[in-house]
């Protein structure tokens, strides 16, 4: 981003299950799968090496918009702080919620204590989102837990869609390990507003208990394949983490080997010529 992978936490949680229960989410995992052809998960976690630059390339579907947000964390962050900005800008990108495309809330005091002792730290990385055959779009210098929201990509850059997509660049120039957090929300003009008020009226006034009951199954399934999903990128991360560390003892145990060696046969040497100058051979 090396642990043995986690066990499905889907079947852990099918198996607890009463038969109803059992029932309900998967009728509620076939009612995603038919009706939301996608379903949003928690941000990406990219993790740039020092003094390198790392892009990744976003497509926008023709007459739709996106936004972005980035929150770059130090190397070493503490995992409570990591989590906590991860649930929190999962909730910033997720459509319909309270805090969609909102500031953070308020901080905890321990994490509020850790982030403005970073903020005094100025970092080396910057953000860069090209588009093919364009000039440079967009060029913002991050803030250590300070996210980065670019709003309507597609007007704010002028640039139509471009058929190669977006180029999102992080470019690191400092001497250690950085991560970022990232999260892409595909946005639409065609009804949204309209079908999302209609969708709350419903709500409201017109839906059987039955009804409310099978939605907040969807809502409960949701939320399991988010936490599974950030599960499967946390374990890429650590994956990543043990082969890096795995490379470098390796090269340091041949490093250690080539050492010993040369060690031995300059000993050798020494001690042959001091005997030859003793005439003891």
Avoid at 135 to 148: A, S
Avoid at 215 to 242: C, F, P, V
Avoid at 248 to 254: A, E, L, N, T, V
Wanted: proline residues 6%; contains cysteine.
């Amino acid at each position: 981003l090396r642990q043995t992978p986690a066990p499905d936490k889907r079947m852990m949680i099918m198996r607890r299950c009463p038969p109803p229960a059992f029932a309900a989410v998967l009728l509620a995992l076939v009612a995603i799968t038919i009706n939301r052809p996608a379903v949003n998960g928690y941000p990406i976690i990219a993790e740039i090496d020092e003094d390198d630059e790392t892009c990744f390339t976003y497509n926008i579907p023709h007459g739709d918009d996106a936004h972005m947000v980035f929150t770059a964390l130090p190397n070493h962050v503490e995992e409570d702080v990591e989590d906590w900005f991860v649930s929190h800008m999962n909730e910033m990108t997720r459509k319909g919620g309270d805090q969609f495309m909102k500031d953070l809330p308020e901080m905890p005091d321990d994490i509020k204590k850790i982030v403005l002792e970073a903020k005094e730290v100025r970092t080396a990385v910057s953000l860069r989102l090209d588009a093919p055959r364009r000039p440079m779009l967009i060029r913002k210098q991050f803030k250590w837990y300070d996210p980065v929201v670019i709003k309507d990509v597609v007007k704010t850059s002028r640039a139509e869609n471009p058929l190669g997509g977006y180029s999102i660049c992080f470019d690191n120039d400092s001497d250690d390990e950085i991560s970022v957090l990232m999260d892409v929300v595909l946005v639409s003009d065609k009804g949204e507003g309209a079908a999302g008020k209609k969708k709350k009226g419903l709500q409201k006034e017109h839906l059987t208990p039955l009804e409310r009951n099978f939605q907040e199954s969807i809502g409960a399934a949701h939320k399991i394949l988010n936490e599974m999903h950030y599960m499967e990128r946390r374990e890429a991360r650590m994956r990543h983490t043990a082969e890096s560390t795995n490379k470098r003892i390796r090269m340091f145990s041949y490093l250690s080997v080539a050492i010993l060696l040369g060690v031995t046969y300059l000993q050798v040497t020494y001690l042959r010529s001091y005997f030859k100058k003793k005439k003891l051979l």
